[in-house]
């Protein structure tokens, strides 16, 4: 194979996009007043539990404590890396004292809670909490933002970060097979959440720098030659 092809064939398998796949996602965009428990959300499989109808066009939990479950279409497995997003609307009542957030379960078990973990303490802040995770806290606060959590499967790796300045990481335990997420809330606290997505991928090779560099070094290669031809 010519230098030249061989950069161009490294460059391009550099460009090409990691396959990825949406597990669950759910915008509640349906007519204000549908209910939430038994609906099919946009991917993945109907909610259960206890839950309020759709206000909005969001996931409103004011007025009671409140437990809704959906299972993924797919669990996190090795080599891939899970990103929950999702957006919190403002609400007097997030970061009251009481807790309210969106968690991930494996098998049936919460493992990781993130949103507004509890009062206790004067624990009133965005968190990232579990058995697996412990309690991590921000000195943030702010009801109306927007969520990315991320979570590597082999290493246990994981951060929290918010449009409003949370930035949270962190190492859990690792080979954590998420495959269902809960909106909950409780003791006076409540939250408003909206376009819930869950997206697992390949976590990205190492040997990207690497492959990066023979296409480079293919490309000057190339041009050594046709300046030795001139």
């Not at 303490?121 to 309690?135: E, R």
């Not at 000195?139 to 949270?168: C, E, H, K, P, R």
């Not at 023979?214 to 046709?226: D, P």
Request: net charge negative; aromatic share 10%.
């Amino acid at each position: 194979m010519r230098p030249s092809s061989l950069g161009a064939l490294l460059c391009a398998s550099l460009i090409l996009p990691a396959s990825s796949a949406v597990v669950f996602s759910d915008d509640f965009s349906e007519a204000n007043g549908t209910a939430i428990i038994g609906k099919a959300p946009d991917v993945g499989n109907a909610w259960t539990g206890n839950a309020p109808g759709i206000t909005a066009g969001s996931f409103n939990t004011t007025g009671a404590g409140r437990e809704a479950y959906a299972t993924f279409t797919g669990a996190l497995g090795a080599g891939q890396v899970l990103t929950l997003s999702y957006e919190t609307l403002s609400l007097p009542n997030f970061f009251s004292g009481g807790y309210a957030g969106v968690s991930l379960y494996t098998a049936g078990s919460e493992r990781l809670f993130t949103g507004d973990a509890g009062g206790s303490g004067g624990n009133v802040f965005w968190a990232v909490d579990g058995n697996a995770f412990g309690l991590n806290l921000s000195n943030d606060n702010t009801a109306a933002t927007s969520v990315v959590f991320t979570y590597i499967y082999n290493t246990g790796d994981w951060t929290l970060t918010t449009n409003s300045g949370v930035n949270l990481s962190g190492t859990a335990t690792a080979n954590l097979a998420f495959d269902q997420l809960r909106v909950a809330n409780g003791s006076g606290g409540d939250i408003n959440v909206d376009n819930l997505v869950v997206d697992i991928s390949p976590v990205p090779e190492p040997t990207a720098p690497l492959l990066l560099g023979l296409g480079v070094a293919g490309f000057a290669f190339r041009r050594g030659r046709s300046r030795s031809r001139a």
